[in-house]
């Protein structure tokens, strides 16, 4: 999407128009937080975060890989680990930013320490938030919500194969720009959110003039049943290219939380690169990569012992629609024994059943196609 002069000007103005409301709001604040003869303002910060251990163990065939690391089948791993800093300077405004220090991954075998949220939030009304900085995005539901807050050890392929690498293939789920987010609660529970971004990923400066839109939007008919529809536009390629690359992708979810402690989950997931090759990875004039993919998954939580909770899910990923044998099929079985608040230990087992075509990847080995075998993980996250 392009944007000339006079929409960017007129965006502008409209921020501009707004100033005078907001730094009203922001000196009463300021006035009313002074303390002491410092004439600052009292900031009170919450530091938060998780660290998140695994033991993986990969029954793929890595014969054929060539680098040391990468064919390893049975590690300890931290996965994750992340500080996270938030809070609010006045009633208005608030601020995040989070530290990202991941552990060596299968593919690189290096760690990965990088900025993962910086953004500041803007309490406009209560119907409506502006958020300005690097942030996550909301597309999908299972793409928005974070590690502590999934059941799986591992997102689903589609959702990671696909809303992981929108974006000039990939920014986990982050980028640059502005959002604005809401909700009514009074109107089917309603929630929004919508977000204009560079569209080059997380920590990366834009490649090109345009900017990129993603959006959801949620409803919840009925107690315990929740809706939405997800869509993401924007373009890929960088200013020296003659090669546009156009993405485009949609998503439908649904959820139904039972009181019995039962949870249902369902999403559908599509895109399409035009005019890049999955093959090559690369912007390739006449070329499109078409995905799509879906996933039911069930979970419950025991009546006996309410601090276990079991799992099942069945995921059928098509990494493109124009290849043939590229289907992924994974069927996970699991369980989850909770310490405290999301404190837990979880245990996978994935049974993987992947097409011939060598363009068929899984999440955590570095086999292809019908290399790709079952894999076992063990997830241990203290939240803190």
Known sequence: MKYDVRFVAGVYLTILFMMPC????????????????????????????????WHRSDQSDLS???????????????????????????????YRVTGNFDGPSPASGTASVKLWDGYITYKMHPLAAITFGQLKYPFT?????????????????????IAGKLGTQGGSFRDIGIKIDGGIKEFY???????????????????????????????SPLKGVKLGLSG??????????????????????????????????????????????????????????????WYLQASYK????????????????????????????????????????????????LIRDAGKSSIVTAQETDATGSRIGDIFLVQVITVF
């Open 64 to 94: 054929n890989q060539t680098a040391e690391a990468k064919k390893v089948d049975n590690e300890f791993r931290i996965r994750r680990a992340r500080i996270d800093v938030k809070g609010n300077m006045t009633d208005q405004i608030g």
């Open 189 to 219: 529970g309603l929630t929004y959110g919508l977000t204009l971004i560079n569209g080059a990923g997380i920590n990366k400066g834009d490649n090109n003039g345009k900017k990129d839109v993603v959006g959801r939007i949620g409803i």
């Open 232 to 293: 993401y536009s924007g373009r890929g390629e960088g200013e020296t290219q003659q090669i546009s690359v156009k993405e485009t992708a949609y998503g439908l979810d649904a959820e139904y939380a039972l009181n019995s402690g039962v949870r249902l989950r369902g999403e559908y997931l599509a895109a399409r690169w035009k005019n890049w090759d999955v093959a090559t990875s690369s912007a390739t004039s006449g070329k499109t990569q078409q995905p799509r993919g």
């Open 302 to 349: 025991l009546p006996p012992v309410p601090a276990v909770e079991a799992l099942a899910r069945y995921e059928d990923y098509e990494k493109d629609s124009n290849t043939d044998d590229s289907h992924l099929k994974t069927t996970t079985i699991g369980m989850t024994y909770y310490l405290k608040g999301k404190s837990r230990i979880t245990a996978n087992y």
């Open 22 to 53: 907001f730094f009203a709001g922001t000196v009463a604040a300021e006035e009313a937080g002074k303390t002491g003869d410092s004439g600052g303002v009292e900031v009170k910060a919450k530091v938060g975060g998780y660290v998140e251990g």
């Open 141 to 161: 539901l299972e793409g928005y919500e974070g590690t502590p807050d999934r059941v799986p050890v591992l997102r689903a392929e589609s959702i990671s194969d």
